[in-house]
T-cell receptor, first 114, second 111 residues
């Protein structure tokens, strides 16, 4: 079983719909992240969280919100989806005690907004 | 100018070949550097860290050139299973939340 699990893995939705992507981890890591990946672009950070009560905006947070419900769970919401939010979304975790820059990614959630 | 730039490729090489990728970064204060590997439709995974003194792991060698602001990845004796996209990753502030990902270099190893 994957240590970082994302649901759903694939989702097609319509413009204006609310979408939630969920992420859970069994690695015991304190830090969690949401990235999106688009063809020809690097992974871009949307939001990150260092602990349950800590939420920080990343490079491209507009149009997104997150919730860190527990140390093991970090969800990403699109309140009103638009077509340019069509992308591959990755959740990732890291352990601050290691400090070696290693992120552990989930398998990705492919979102299509029509 | 992008913060991290890579040649998108694809690099198409025969099995057994040696291939090298470079990656340039714009922030001269960048602290740490990494190569990640991403298979088609899969998540990225850490391949190796890049130290100032260089780093070798089997057939893979990573090097850092701070003066010219680039890192490199050399793959010797290429295998079919090396076919993937290689992501250059830079941490400008030595804290994991600020990793900057390149868009990747695609490698195809043919029989």
């Amino acid at each position: 079983d994957a240590d970082v699990t994302q649901t759903p893995r694939n989702r097609i939705t319509k413009t204006g719909k609310r979408i939630m992507l969920e992420c859970s981890q069994t690695k015991g890591h304190d830090r969690m992240y949401w990235y999106r990946q688009d063809p020809g672009l690097g992974l871009r950070l949307i939001y990150y969280s260092f602990d349950v009560k800590d939420i920080n905006k990343g490079e491209i947070s507009d149009g997104y919100s997150v919730s860190r419900q527990a140390q093991a769970k970090f969800s990403l919401s699109l309140e009103s989806a638009i077509p340019n939010q069509t992308a591959l979304y990755f959740c990732a975790t890291s352990d601050h005690r290691r400090g070696n820059g290693e992120l552990f990614f989930g398998e990705g959630s492919r979102l299509t907004v029509l | 100018r992008k913060e991290v730039e890579q040649d998108p490729g694809p690099f198409n090489v025969p099995e057994g070949a040696t291939v090298a990728f470079n990656c340039t970064y714009s922030n001269s204060a960048s602290q740490s550097f990494f190569w990640y590997r991403q298979d088609c439709r899969k998540e990225p995974k850490l391949l190796m860290s890049v130290y100032s003194s260089g780093n070798e792991d089997g057939r893979f060698t990573a090097q850092l050139n701070r003066a010219s602001q680039y890192i490199s990845l050399l793959i010797r004796d290429s295998k079919l299973s090396d076919s993937a996209t290689y992501l250059c990753v830079v941490n400008p502030m030595d804290s994991s939340y600020k990793l900057i990902f390149g868009s990747g270099t695609r490698l195809l190893v043919r029989p």
